[in-house]
Every structure is written in structure tokens, then in C-alpha cells.
């Protein structure tokens, strides 16, 4: 593979830098006046250079849905959204519970070659709830599976979750749960339960039945000793408890969308199904919670829960819809513009919080790195001055379930690099 | 006039009155021999009921027809859950049609604003799920105008199974449209979410307590709400006794508030639980006009379809 | 319950540029001639029907009955108001309103003399939607027309048996009918400049 130069990069390396990178890995950082003639070249005057986006939460849809997005196409929307690393959840037809299945995701990622795909493992099998799945042989499979959730379906049984969680601290697991108490919200909740819920007569989806699970496991994690994360976390009362758990050194993370953070429930006032997702869009108040937590660091993540959907599947009622919006693409450029161009966060902090700590909670020790030589060339480029507007026609997933349409924010991503491959500059995708 | 009906908040207090007005018009002509009247010939208006309801549908039916329209019926069994196939795959073959009107009835909120944004046709919410019922509204407040008079001023209570009803969130809206008062009473696990800020953004009164009103607010009229024995397995109330003992219109009830108001009517949107909700007595007895909110829906119907579908195109 | 009638009368104010062409004293004796007119041509009251127009045609109406009744020395002669909006042929071209009342007296209209009631004739559209609506109704006799003021210009083949006065006018001018106990003020015909009616 020949070499590639990136020339004039700010970020992490305080004045501008050139950056040489050569067999997959950083090779030299400084100026750099001697590459090859053959080097590919970026100028990336203007630009900063960040690890490579970790994304803990993506719906890749293969096997099962490849109507809606593939392991290609959603590696190409990763790509675009400056992402190196994916983790695809487990809810497939047939679910990830085996470490067959867990070993075809991952195969047919490498093999597209556009990101990084890793698999997580369902918790239970058929993602049930009753029984554990194979965690153990998912671990140890080429796969190397360490985060499992039953996303789409809360793990409710406390008898169940607590196994788990005591289950996979031999290699170092960790349950990311989708927290939502079927008694409190059931299958039918589909939008916060308010006044607006009141209004529209559609079923309530109450903060608390997010809330008491978050509660529950983080008080099971401290009794087992076991990691927890917390999936889409999405209301102020939540935080709360993240924040108590956190100062008593309870072993939680926890990661937020994108459209939890800009998105309020206000939106779903006309009945648009391209607003239904599961936790719903929340009222500003759980907004303002969640971005100062995200800003201090109480939450740990961002990650997309990029959910793509068939045209026909959210054509329906609201109540009958899919649950769920795309975010690949977009992410970055909605939390740099909500929470870096206004001052809550540095562009160091944006990193830490869609690189380094989620790369962290997924073991993913290639992702996430520091930007020194020798390290891995898992890296984004991206322009903090460039406005962009979301064209929802214009997308690289198979789907076109996208809250963002017409709407401008600052912040883009310019290029994508894999192992020192560039899988994506200005938009496009390299294939 | 708007060119859909799908919330009482689409119709300004003018339309109503105008609604209203014409109803009373659409009302002598049911009583002709030759009831018709010429004024939506050549229109073409499809009921499409997702949800059974063979009063409304007809209802609608015998409206468009009488008004010379070509009426034509659909139902749908739940065309959301076929695999591949959406709620707009259902109305869009309707929608190549060309048709002028839908009158949708629909078991789940929203939707006919969502087909509205999917067809030409004008939309007509015959309800939707527990969101609202336009012309049960209307017919419910030209029967009572009929009744009583002019509503501004009057007071009015709904009670019972709020947080499922369409027929309480229509009806607040046109109540307070026309400038009536209007207090809600149930239960805690039968108010909606968000009934507090919803209340007093929208200026009306809530109560858990049916006897505190009646004592100290005596409505004008009381509008008793249908309840579900489902919502009892549901558990939002113990047992249909209970429900009774707190919230039901029995004899003693009626006759506590006909001895301070001697004139307060009785309304139901039917159909009714005889002993639930509403004692035999009660539905029966001379403050009922719940007969007359039937035979008032034809000519509201009629009325709403003149308005919507005649005149020049709105919008 | 409120009735349409009651409402306030709409009419718009009066054209102080235009000129009066019949005054209160004009219309006594044009309605006076006309229930002459009708009583000669039907050999009496017997069976007479009046239906008005709304909505100054139903005020004509009313007074018509009483001078028809005065003159003949007969009981008051039945007076009604039939309302044409919805057998009108040209709803598509404006926004809708409510009705008022039809109001067919108590011996009904069938083998009677309907004399239909208006102010102003002009295109006749709205006499032959009002034939449309007697239609249903039930069937006359015989239906004549007597109108206040026929300012020509007719687009259908509709003649009035009784007129108060021929007024020829342009398109452009408008007729304004003032009658008490509709509007506020004297009872006057004027025809003002703008357009239309």
C-alpha cells in the first residue's frame, strides 16, 4: 500500500502539522518534506485531525433486512460519517446469539473493508429475555465480541440481567442495556408521555420506565462488581441516577444520540413517523440534562443508534411505524454544531466522547488512539468552520428515514481513513 | 372553509356557527319526501373504514347520498401489520382516482393527517384512534344548541374515560370554540398525561370529584363518556362498581343536579353501558337528549360535507 | 336556537355617488300594482302561494301577503321563503355559506299557485335554481315570478310574469335594494357604479 501524507492537520498536535502514514500505522508527524513521489496527498490546511469516530450503537439490518441497509452500505454511511469503527447490534433476522453469526458480521465487514465492523452478541438467546446466549463462545470467536445487548428489547428479568452481568466479567464484557420497563412502556409507547402525548392520544412512554431500570442495574453492577453501559440514555432523571451511581465508583457508562441531543418531542406534533424512535424525542428539560452531562463528562459516548428503515415500514400510522432514524452520516456534524460551536465542549472533548471512550468501552484498542507515530492510522479530518445542510436524497444508507432533511449545521466531516486507507473524502465514498 | 376536517381546532368559531346554521337547514330537508338535494353532484366521496362502526359510516353514507354525491364504502382490516404493504399503499390507489373526499376512520391517532398528506382528496377524520372526532363534536353541540340556546357562557362537564376518549378532545375544542365552559371529571387513572399544563393552556377545569361539581358548579349539561370494561383489565379502575359509586350518572345523581338546574340536559355519544356509566333512568328521562344527538348527526354530516366539498377550492 | 334570519342585515352601504331610482313611495305602489296584477291574472287569491327569495325577497314577500289580502278582503294569503344556495350553478366559484331557512307554509305547494318572490332579476339563474328546489318539493299548480326590479341582461330563457320596475343597467353598474325591516333605513332602489351585484 503506498504511502499517504496529510499536510498542514491541526487538532491534538497542537501547530499545524504534516502527518506520514505508511503500512496502516502513523509512521512520522512533523514537517514532512521528503515523502515519496508516489504518496497520495491531503492538504488539510484548516482542518483537524481526530482519531477515527467508534460508533457503540449501529443497525446494520444484515443478515435479514438488507432492504433497508447492508454491512456495505452501512459501512459506506460510517465512512462518510467519518466513523472507523462500528459496533453493530444484534437484533438481525436471525439475531447475532451464536458465535457463527457473530463471525459472519464481522467477516463480511472486513471483507467490504470500509469500516470496522464488530459484532455484538445478544445476551439472550433469540433476544427472549429467558436465557443467556452464548456469551462465552461469542468472546472467544473471531469475532472477539465484548459488548452484548438485547437492544430493541429491554433485558427486564433482573434475575437474567444480573447473571449476565456477573457472567461476562471473565472476558471482560460488558451489557449494554436498552432500558425500558415493559410494564411501565410497552410495546405500544411510542411517544414521551406529556401533555403532547395527552393531546395526540397517542401511548405514553414515560421517563420513569427508562429510569427504574437504569436505577436497578447500576445498583446490580455494584453488586456483582460488573461493567454496565447504559444504551441511549434520555432523560434527565437517568443522568441523575448515572451521576450518584458514578460518585459511588460504580462501573456505568453510558452513551447519548445525536437526536436525543437536538431533537425534542416536539416534533412528533404533525404524527411524522421519520420522529418516532424508541426511546422517544424527549422534552428540553431531559435535553438540557443530557447536554450538560455529555459536556462534563457524565455521559461518556455519543453514539448514532443509526436505525435504517424500509420506505414502507415507516409509512404507516404513528403508532404502527418502525421505531427508529438514520445518523451515520450526520452525526458529527449535529454535535459539533450543538455542543462545540457553542462552547460546551472542545473539540477535544467531542473527540474523547466519539473516539476515545467508546473505542474504551468496546475494547477496540486499535480505535480511539492518541495521534502519535506508530499508532494505528484509524483517523478523521474534519472542518469546524464548513456549514453543511442534510439532504436526506443524498445519503450513502440504503434508507431514507432522516429526521436531518434541510437542516444546516457547522461542522463536517472531510476525509475518513482506515488502517491508513482512505475510505472516504469530501462525501464520497472510496470503494 | 379549510379543506380538511381533521381536528375541531381546523374550524374557527365562524365555521362552526356556519356548520351549525347550515345542520339546521340539512335537518328540515331529512324531514321532505324527496330528500335530496343537488349540491355535491358529480362528487365522489369514499368512506374508508379502518375501524367497524356502522352508525358513523352510515351516517356519512345517507349524507353523501342525500346531497347527490356518489358514495361509495371501503373497509381495511388493519392493512398496517400486512407485511410490505403501507397505510399510504392502501390510499394510494384510492388517490389515482381522483376521488374529492375520504372520510377516514381510523383505530390509531393521527392517521388521517397522515393520509391527508399523501392524497389530493379532501380528508374527513370520522376518528382516529383516541385522538378526535370532528363531527361527533359538531353533532353534539347542534343538539345542544338546539336544546339550550346559544352556548356562550354554558357550562359543560365530560365525565369518565378521558385519556381513551376522541369524542372529550373534539369536544373541548368546539366547546370552547363557542365559548362554553367545560370541566372534565374522572378518575386520576382515566385523565390524560399532561391534563394539568393541557388544562389550563386551553382554559378549561378538571376534577376527580363528579359530586363536588354537581354540588358546587352545577353544569348546564353533563356528557357522560363511555367506559370499556377492558380499561378494567387494563387496571385504571378496581371494578365497574366502583366506577359507578364515583363516576356514574345514577338516578340520585341526575336528580341532585335537576333540583338546582331543572333545565340541564343529558348527553351520551353512544353507545351507551345502561348501569355503567349511565343509569337506565338517566339515558331515559326527559334531560336526555341523546335520541336527538343521533338523528342531529345526519344534517351535521351533511353540512360538513357541503362546506368542505362545495364551494370554491380553499387553500 | 338562533336562526340565520335573525342575523344582522350584510348590506353593504350605500354608493353616495348613485342615484336613486325608486324611493319609499315608488315601492309602495309598485307593490300594490303588483298584487293587483297577481290578483286579475289568478281571478282571486284562491290557491295563491307566495314564496320569497331570501333574502329581501322574503321581506317582499311578506309585505305582498298582507296588501294581497288587504285588497282582496280575503284571510292572510300563505307567505313562505325558499332558500336556493343549494341549487345554485355556480358554488364552485365562491366560498360557501350557510342557508336560511326554506319555509313552505302549512298547506304545502302542491296543486297551488306559486308566486316565487325577489328583489332583483337579472341573469336568472337563481329563479331556475328555485324552480330546481320547488322541484323537490312538491308540485305546484303553476309558478309565476314577481320581482321588484328587472335590470335585464338574461342568461337563461326566464321571464317575470310581474315586475315592479324595468331598470335596464349595465354589467357594470349594481343595483342596491334597501327595505325596512331587513336593513336599517328607508325602503329605496338606487344603482350605484362598481362592478358585478
Known sequence: ?431 | ?315 | MTRPEDRPPAGAPLDPLGRTVLTANDIRRCLRRIAHEILEHNKGAADLVLLGIPSRGVELAERLGHILADVEGCPAVPVGALDITMHRDDLRSQPTRAPMRTVIPAGGIDDKIVVLVDDVLYSGRTIRAALDALADLGRPRAVRLAVLIDRGHRELPIRADHVGKNLPTSHAEKVQVRLRGFDSGEDVVRIASGAGR
Open chain 1, 1 to 431: 500500500m503506498s504511502a499517504l501524507l496529510i499536510t498542514g492537520a491541526r487538532g491534538q498536535l497542537g501547530e499545524p502539522s504534516d502527518v506520514l502514514i505508511r503500512d496502516g500505522v502513523i509512521a512520522e508527524i512533523g514537517r514532512i518534506t521528503d515523502a515519496p513521489s508516489d504518496t497520495a496527498r491531503i492538504d488539510a490546511a484548516g482542518l483537524d485531525l481526530l482519531p477515527g469516530f467508534v460508533d457503540l450503537h449501529t443497525h446494520l439490518r444484515e443478515p435479514g433486512r438488507e432492504d433497508a441497509e447492508t454491512i456495505a452500505s452501512g459501512s459506506a454511511a460510517a465512512a462518510a460519517g467519518g466513523f472507523t469503527a462500528v459496533l453493530a447490534m444484534a437484533n438481525t433476522t436471525p439475531a447475532t446469539d451464536t458465535a457463527e453469526a457473530a463471525e459472519l458480521l464481522y467477516d463480511r465487514g472486513r471483507t467490504v473493508g470500509l469500516v470496522d465492523v464488530q459484532p455484538i452478541g445478544a445476551v439472550t438467546k433469540s433476544l427472549a429475555g429467558q436465557e443467556l446466549a452464548e456469551l462465552g463462545l461469542m468472546a472467544r470467536s473471531r469475532a472477539r465480541v465484548r459488548i452484548f445487548s438485547d437492544d430493541g428489547h429491554c433485558v427486564h428479568d433482573a434475575r437474567v440481567m444480573r447473571r449476565a452481568l456477573e457472567y461476562v466479567k471473565p472476558f471482560d464484557g460488558v451489557i449494554s442495556q436498552h432500558a425500558q420497563d415493559p410494564a411501565l412502556a410497552g410495546g405500544a409507547a411510542c411517544c414521551h408521555e406529556g401533555e403532547l402525548s395527552g393531546r395526540l392520544g397517542l401511548p405514553g412512554w414515560p421517563g420513569v420506565a427508562e429510569s427504574v431500570i437504569v436505577a436497578r442495574d447500576v445498583q446490580l453492577a455494584r453488586h456483582t462488581g460488573s461493567r454496565v453501559h447504559i444504551a441511549h440514555i434520555s432523560t434527565a432523571e437517568s443522568v441523575e441516577i448515572l451521576r450518584w451511581a458514578k460518585d459511588r465508583g460504580i462501573l456505568v457508562t453510558a452513551e447519548v444520540t445525536p437526536h436525543h441531543l437536538a431533537l425534542d418531542t416536539e416534533l412528533v406534533r404533525n404524527y411524522d413517523p421519520t420522529f418516532k424512535v424508541n426511546p422517544p424525542l424527549r422534552p428540553s428539560e431531559d435535553q438540557e440534562a443530557l447536554r450538560a452531562a455529555l459536556a462534563d463528562g457524565t455521559i461518556d459516548a455519543v453514539a448514532t443508534d443509526h436505525a435504517p428503515h424500509a420506505r414502507h415500514d415507516k409509512e404507516h400510522t404513528f403508532e404502527a411505524a418502525a421505531f427508529g432514524m438514520l445518523g451515520l452520516e450526520s452525526a458529527f456534524a449535529v454535535v459539533h454544531d450543538l455542543m462545540v460551536r457553542t462552547g460546551r465542549m472542545t473539540m477535544g472533548d467531542l473527540s474523547q466522547r466519539m473516539s476515545r471512550n467508546p473505542a474504551a468501552i468496546a475494547g477496540l484498542s486499535d480505535h480511539g488512539c492518541a495521534i502519535v507515530a506508530g499508532a494505528p492510522a484509524n483517523l478523521v479530518l474534519v472542518d469546524p468552520d464548513r456549514t453543511i445542510t442534510i439532504d436526506a436524497s443524498e445519503s450513502n444508507s440504503l434508507s431514507r428515514n432522516n429526521p436531518w432533511h434541510a437542516m444546516s449545521f457547522t461542522g463536517a466531516v472531510h476525509a475518513t481513513i482506515l488502517r491508513g486507507r482512505l475510505t472516504a473524502i469530501d462525501g464520497k465514498v472510496q470503494q
Open chain 2, 1 to 315: 372553509m379549510t379543506r380538511h376536517l381533521l381536528s375541531s381546532a381546523d374550524l374557527s368559531r365562524r365555521d362552526v356557527e356556519t356548520i351549525l346554521d347550515t345542520a339546521a337547514s340539512m335537518h328540515d330537508v331529512q324531514r321532505r319526501e324527496v330528500k335530496k338535494l343537488p349540491t355535491l353532484r358529480g362528487r365522489t366521496i369514499i368512506n374508508f373504514f379502518f375501524e367497524d362502526s356502522t352508525r358513523t359510516r352510515s351516517s356519512f353514507e345517507i349524507a353523501g347520498k342525500w346531497m347527490s354525491a356518489d358514495t361509495i364504502n371501503l373497509s381495511a382490516k388493519g392493512s398496517s401489520t400486512s407485511k410490505g404493504e403501507s397505510l399510504r399503499d392502501s390510499v394510494q390507489t384510492i388517490n389515482a382516482m381522483a376521488v374529492d373526499a375520504l372520510v377516514i376512520r381510523h383505530n390509531q391517532s393521527g392517521a388521517c393527517r397522515q393520509v391527508a398528506g399523501w392524497v389530493a382528496a379532501s380528508v374527513i377524520n370520522a376518528g382516529d384512534g383516541t385522538h378526535e372526532h370532528p363531527t361527533q363534536a359538531l353533532l353534539d353541540a347542534y343538539t345542544l344548541r338546539s336544546r339550550i340556546g346559544a352556548l356562550d357562557g354554558t357550562h359543560v362537564a365530560i365525565v369518565g374515560d378521558l385519556t381513551h376518549s376522541r369524542v372529550f378532545r373534539s369536544n373541548v375544542i368546539t366547546l370552547r370554540t363557542l365559548g362554553a365552559r367545560v370541566t372534565v371529571v374522572a378518575p386520576p387513572t382515566l385523565m390524560p398525561a399532561g391534563i394539568a399544563a393541557w388544562s389550563q393552556r386551553d382554559g378549561f377545569e378538571t376534577s376527580w370529584d363528579l359530586d363536588a361539581v354537581l354540588a358546587d358548579d352545577p353544569p348546564d349539561a353533563v356528557m357522560m363518556l363511555r367506559v370499556q370494561r377492558e380499561r378494567m383489565s387494563g387496571g385504571f379502575f378496581p371494578t365497574a362498581r366502583e366506577y359507578t359509586v364515583g363516576y356514574g350518572l345514577t338516578r340520585p345523581r341526575l336528580a341532585t343536579l335537576l333540583a338546582s338546574r331543572p333545565d340541564a340536559v343529558v348527553m351520551h355519544p353512544g353507545p351507551m353501558n345502561r348501569g355503567l356509566e349511565i343509569s337506565a333512568d338517566a339515558a331515559e328521562s326527559g334531560a336526555s337528549i341523546i335520541l336527538d344527538q343521533v338523528s342531529g348527526g345526519l344534517a351535521v354530516r351533511m353540512a360538513v360535507l357541503y362546506h368542505l366539498l362545495a364551494g370554491e377550492e380553499s387553500e
